[in-house]
């Protein structure tokens, strides 16, 4: 009775342990749940060697197992462990120790333990994940694979290495085929040259790209400060270029490049932007911007252009800068102290409140403050206008205003002799070379040296109105003059060498001779706000002064009338 009793109770436990559903990870759950499959014989798992195959009742709930150098073969991969747990109705298997898969397209995963579904082709390894192919190798706790979609996923952290960089990331799936790596989440890519951190980075192995789909930074691992960052771009491994497509910027050598689109080789250090291109430099407190823009870090310089304009931000007044194009760049001097330049080529202007102007071609030197503006240069000062074959303006680092200007060729110096008038009336004084002297911020003092000319306008007070009244007209010529800009007067405080000096009333001095031959006062190209810089003139109308000739007429009058009477006293002579 007994031994009836205990074989019931061994026969009920086996068919209980053959009917007890495989505890699976949700991964590998099939869609009839775990439930006994139809499967073709040479879709099954094979058995190739084990050095022990048992079936225990007690053990694995009765479905057989095998240990000792388990060898076993599915659609030609090979599995290799310590012992596997065969669950044969359901083409299932479990691998423990040592396990290691070896698929047919190079790729090798070891781990401490598998799962394995033979009908889906999926599996799972746990503990010390290793999948090495040709490509890389990748090392996690948890690997999830799919060999049908040929593709293996991860979400507990791992690390990916490729001979030449090592991939951190949460979370990664690789596509065998492709050998793409999708990495989700916060990824890290250590190279021995550069870092590259962002999220959601597709990287392609082949290719050697990677492509990033949300914010990213690539820094250069010998100069931290040298990076790139993007929010979608793609990224050259091995030629290490980048290609940015969204809210991306280049900072290098403490200057931020930004744009619509942009272009970096971190080897050769050249970068392009398009479409709203900025490049910034704090140190020098000035910023530029165009259409398209070009930097060579090695070079430390840039070139802007497609209507690009410089900002010198400065503490009271800013200082405008455009042109075709603009070039900034750093060098050593002499002295081997390292200063910014800027340069501004054809059509160059530039707006300070103070002083404005235009020329072919600017070159600032901004660490020394100096100003260079080069064929056919005009330069507004107030209502006085400068010109000449070159002007050079100072500027005075500390209060960051121009102290002086040197003139050299053919310099012209003009001021309007009144400017609460529309009279047709200036004051003039040109030589070959010349320097201006500011004083609060206004043309001030100016020395002519070399065939020195000046028209001035003279005024006197009337005793009884107190008011100004002309008096007419100061030619002077001689081989240095010094001039002194009043309010509304230029007055001549020195001449020498050659000094030659007359003064005529207005009825004597004909219209003629009340300007210079080379006379160029300009209003119609003049800068009067910084927005007139951008564009090649702002066109402004020609102003139309009054040309006041009153008192020359009267007398050239009267100079007739007194001719004709003379000739009227003259005999007639009377032909026979």
Request: aromatic residues 10%.
């Amino acid at each position: 009775m007994r031994l009836i009793f205990f074989l019931l109770v061994f026969i009920s436990t086996i068919t209980y342990a053959q009917q007890k559903p495989v505890q699976r990870d949700p991964y590998l759950q099939s869609p009839v749940q775990n439930q006994p499959q139809q499967v073709k014989p040479e879709d099954r798992v094979k058995i190739i060697h084990a050095d022990i195959i048992d079936k225990n009742p007690a053990k694995y709930d009765g479905n057989r197992y095998l240990q000792g150098n388990v060898k076993l073969e599915h659609q030609g991969s090979i599995l290799t462990a310590d012992e596997v747990v065969m669950y044969e109705e359901e083409n299932f298997i479990k691998a423990i120790g040592n396990t290691k898969l070896q698929n047919t397209d190079g790729s090798v995963i070891t781990a401490g333990e598998m799962e394995y579904d033979g009908n889906t082709q999926k599996g799972v390894a746990r503990k010390n994940v290793i999948l090495v192919d040709p490509k890389q190798t990748i090392k996690t706790e948890i690997m999830y694979y799919d060999r049908l979609a040929n593709l293996a996923y991860f979400n507990t952290g791992g690390t990916i290495s490729d001979g030449q960089n090592v991939m951190y990331t949460k979370s990664a799936t690789y596509f065998l085929d492709t050998k793409l790596i999708d990495f989700v989440g916060n990824v890290k890519i250590d190279n021995p040259d550069y870092i590259i951190e962002g999220k959601n980075i597709k990287q392609n192995q082949n290719t050697r790209t990677a492509d990033f789909f949300g914010p990213t930074t690539i820094t250069n691992r010998a100069n931290p400060k040298n990076y790139v960052y993007t929010e979608r771009g793609t990224y050259k491994m091995n030629s290490k270029e980048a290609y940015l497509n969204k809210n991306s910027r280049i900072h290098y050598n403490d200057k931020i490049l930004t744009g619509d689109d942009m272009y970096y080789n971190q080897l050769t250090g050249f970068g392009t932007a398009t479409g709203n291109v900025t490049l910034d430099d704090p140190k020098e407190r000035r910023y530029i911007k165009g259409g398209y823009g070009e930097i060579f870090e090695k070079k430390d310089s840039a070139v802007m252009t497609k209507s690009p304009y410089a900002v010198k931000i400065l503490e009271k007044d800013s200082l405008y800068v455009a042109a075709e194009k603009i070039l900034s760049y750093q060098k050593l001097d002499s002295t081997k102290v390292k200063k910014s330049y800027l340069r501004a080529f054809r059509k160059g202007r530039f707006y300070k409140s103070n002083a404005q102007g235009r020329a072919d071609s600017l070159a600032f030197n901004e660490t020394d403050g100096i100003l260079h503006m080069y064929t056919e240069p005009i330069l507004w000062s107030g209502e006085k206008q400068v010109t000449g074959d070159k002007i050079e303006a100072y500027f005075n680092n500390e209060t960051q205003n121009i102290d002086s200007l040197k003139v050299i060729g053919n310099a012209f110096a003009i001021t309007k002799a009144d400017s609460l008038n529309m009279k047709d009336e200036f004051n003039q004084v040109k030589g070959k070379l010349m320097t201006v002297y500011y004083q609060n911020n206004d043309i001030k003092e100016a020395k002519v040296i070399g065939n020195a000319q000046a028209i001035n306008y003279v005024d006197d007070v009337d005793e009884k109105t107190k008011k100004n009244e002309r008096i007419g007209l100061t030619l002077t010529s001689c081989g240095i003059i010094g001039a002194l800009f009043e309010e509304r007067v230029l007055q001549i405080i020195s001449c020498s060498i050659g000094a030659t000096s007359d003064t005529y009333p207005m009825s004597k001095i004909e219209p003629s001779k009340r300007k210079f031959p080379d006379f160029n006062w300009n209003t119609k190209d003049r800068i009067r706000k910084w927005q007139d810089i951008l564009v090649d003139s702002p066109n402004y109308e020609e102003i139309q002064y009054e040309t006041d000739n009153t008192l020359y007429n009267q007398a050239q009058e009267a100079i007739e009338k007194e001719r004709a009477k003379e000739e009227a006293k003259k005999p007639k002579r009377v032909r026979k």
